[in-house]
Structures are given as C-alpha cells and as structure tokens.
C-alpha cells in the first residue's frame, strides 16, 4: 500500500502534469520539462497585468513545476530562462513534490 505522499505523486505525474492532460513541455534553464501554466489564476488573483507607477507593463505568468526536475530551490528574485526568455522570480510557493512560481515579465 502506498503512503499518502507516494499516492500524491503518483497523481501529479499521472493527471496534474501529465501531458495529455494538463501539463505542456517547456524549457527551464535550458532543461525541458513537463510544466502547467496558469494565467486564468493570474487573473483570478488580478496579478495579470498591471501598470507600474514608472509607466513600464508587467506581463505575469505563473507555472507550476515538479520538485523533482529542477537542481535547486528557487528563490523570489532569482532570475531564470523560460521558453528562451529571462525571468525575474516575483513569488515562489513550495508545495508538496513541487513549486508554484510568479515570473514577472515586462512589455515595453
């Protein structure tokens, strides 16, 4: 019988980040890797898009990523390359088997 947390992974990698389902192959500082990303929770949480006082666009995503495919522990203000593009970390989350990040991106 499985423990809880052995079933929990189980279902991330069966359902939650399965790409037939959920889950869409991105890169990540050069690895690519089964990624969900969210931006209807943007929205939900009206982080979506925002005018900063300087008059420069922010453009937020957020993207969901197992534990087990990155080799560290990201960090608010950490910068990091999604999809060939370079991100500020703006929020992190750890979650069970995996982390929940804000990456804030600009628009000119």
């Not at 809880?4 to 279902?11: G, I, N, Y």
């Not at 910068?79 to 088997?97: A, E, K, Q, R």
């Amino acid at each position: 019988m499985r423990s809880f947390k052995e079933q929990l992974e189980k279902d991330f990698d069966d359902t939650f980040f399965n790409l037939d389902e959920f889950a869409e192959l991105h890169t990540i500082d050069g690895n690519e890797i089964p990624v969900v990303v969210d931006n209807e929770a943007l929205i939900g949480l009206n982080m979506g898009k925002s005018v900063e006082t300087d008059g420069i666009f922010t453009d937020s995503i957020i993207i969901f990523v197992q534990r087990k495919y990155l080799d560290y522990e990201p960090v608010i203000g950490q910068v990091i390359d999604f999809d060939g593009v370079t991100y500020p970390i703006d929020n992190v989350l750890s979650d069970t088997g995996g982390y929940t990040m804000i990456l804030r991106g600009n628009e000119g």
